[in-house]
T-cell receptor
Framework: GQNIDQPTEMTATEGAIVQINCTYQ??????LFWYQQHAGEAPTFLSY??LDGLEEKGRFSSFLSRSKGYSYLLLKELQMKDSASYLC??????????WGAGTKLIIKP | GAVVSQHPSRVICKSGTSVKIECRSL??????MFWYRQFPKKSLMLMAT?????????EQGVEKDKFLINHASLTLSTLTVTSAHPEDSSFYIC?????????????FGPGTRLTVL
């Protein structure tokens, strides 16, 4: 079957680091995406992983372990503008995305 | 980067009327366009996948006669919500993919907020 799990909500402090986890079960797995979505707006692309390991892009990094069906998004030096929902989505062999429900990240001063 | 636009961004209509939402890829030709619906605090729900010149493929539970999708060109897809009812009120988002991208990243439009009174 197809399934994506991620925490519903997380809280972190400005300037700190936060890790958002995502586990998936996807037939014909073809990559894992992370998107950021601010309230009332469409998602924006953050990262794509198809090979195991860590990919770093500025303050954001994404990790994938295919054998464990696990990914995480790491946000460093948190800023207030990082308050948003973070959506994990796996892609199947037909290039369709299976979406998680999103993790609402609350940043406190 | 690839830009996708949607029009209108917000629409309020009376129950029983039909509403058309346009999705355009502005600087690229999209091989495939997707239509999503998002309820408050919920993830994106794929409604249908459309390829230019062919009929859309609807997800299970999505009424094709209710949500008409037309993909007339490689840069335009439209979603028409027919005989809209208050339960159709939602945030509708389209996305488009580029054939040149090896992983077929989806580029999202800004979304359309539909409110049916």
């Amino acid at each position: 079957g197809q399934n994506i799990d991620q925490p519903t909500e997380m809280t972190a402090t400005e300037g700190a680091i936060v890790q958002i986890n995502c586990t998936y079960q996807t037939s014909g797995f073809n990559g894992l995406f992370w998107y950021q979505q601010h309230a009332g707006e469409a998602p924006t692309f953050l990262s794509y992983n198809v090979l195991d390991g860590l990919e770093e892009k500025g303050r954001f990094s994404s990790f994938l372990s295919r054998s464990k069906g696990y990914s995480y998004l790491l946000l460093k030096e948190l800023q207030m503008k990082d308050s948003a929902s973070y959506l994990c989505a796996s892609q199947d062999s037909n290039y369709q995305l299976i979406w998680g429900a999103g993790t609402k990240l609350i940043i406190k001063p | 980067g690839a830009v996708v636009s949607q029009h209108p961004s917000r629409v309020i209509c009376k129950s029983g009327t039909s509403v058309k939402i346009e999705c355009r890829s502005l600087d690229f030709q999209a091989t495939t366009m997707f239509w999503y619906r998002q309820f408050p605090k919920k993830s994106l729900m794929l409604m249908a996948t459309s390829n230019e010149g062919s009929k859309a493929t609807y997800e299970q539970g999505v009424e094709k006669d209710k949500f008409l999708i037309n993909h007339a060109s490689l840069t335009l897809s439209t979603l028409t919500v027919t005989s809209a009812h208050p339960e159709d009120s939602s945030f509708y988002i389209c996305s488009a993919t580029l054939a040149e991208y090896s992983y077929n990243e989806q580029f999202f439009g800004p979304g359309t907020r539909l409110t049916v009174l």
